[in-house]
């Protein structure tokens, strides 16, 4: 089945601990992208990548970081948590940036930085 | 930067009736729009998109309209039914440099049985 997973679904830290979170996709997409969800806000794009070992800031890059070594991964990395960065996030891929443009979206993890 | 923005915020209609988003952008590139249908507690879903050499596009009882020149665009839903309830979302892209996809900041509608 193809999908977009996401792990974990749910997670409550404290501030300052680092975290990743883990995003697979089996569609050997070439494009992925992290968001995160907050109400009244929207989706916002955290950081986005076009193929293996390229990465790029979306509008919301500060406090995370991302790396694509592989084509089906693209984890997003909290090096230092902060209670701002409590929210819904995503991650989606799609075939390539071109045509067809569809983003499939993975579960959400919902994130508590306390 | 570029944005996106969305209206109205909410939208309760009785079931049958038609419902309208509306979206404008501010990227006058931006070639590629999307909208995303998100129900209570899943992830969201591509329900239609168009593109900026076409100016309309329907499937079934969804639409879309785009007005390049005006730089908006919306989504049409007609005999809106029950199950249609969810967060709705637009969306704007270019796809010939940057690559990021800016979404509005959603339409909660309500369909009433």
């Known amino acids: 089945e193809a999908q977009v997973t996401q792990n974990p679904r749910y997670l409550i830290t404290v501030t300052g601990k680092k975290l990743t979170v883990t995003c697979s996709q089996n569609?050997?997409?070439?494009?992925m992208s992290w968001y995160r969800q907050d109400p009244g806000l929207g989706l916002r794009q955290i950081y986005y990548s076009m193929n293996v070992e390229v990465t790029d800031k979306g509008d919301v890059p500060e406090g995370y970081k991302v790396s694509r070594k592989e084509k089906r991964n693209f984890p997003l990395i909290l090096e230092s948590p902060s209670p701002n960065q409590t929210s819904l996030y995503f991650c989606?891929?799609?075939?390539?940036?071109?045509?067809?443009?569809?983003?499939?979206f993975g579960p959400g993890t919902r994130l508590t930085v306390t | 930067g570029e944005n996106v923005e969305q209206h109205p915020s909410t939208l309760s209609v009785q079931e049958g009736d038609s419902a309208v988003i509306k979206c404008t952008y501010s990227?006058?590139?931006?070639?590629?729009f999307p909208w995303y249908k998100q129900e209570l507690g899943k992830r969201p879903q591509l329900i239609i998109d168009i593109r900026s050499n076409v100016g309309e596009k329907k499937d079934q009882r969804i639409a879309v309209t785009l007005n390049k020149t005006a730089k908006h665009f919306s989504l049409h839903i007609t005999e809106t039914q029950p199950e249609d309830s969810a967060v709705y979302f637009c969306a704007a892209s270019r796809t010939d440099s940057s690559y990021k996809l800016i979404f509005g900041s959603g339409t909660r509608l309500l369909v009433r049985p």
């Open positions: 990227d006058s590139a931006s070639n590629y």
């Open positions: 989606a891929s799609s075939r390539n940036v071109v045509s067809p443009y569809e983003q499939y």
């Open positions: 569609m050997n997409h070439e494009y």
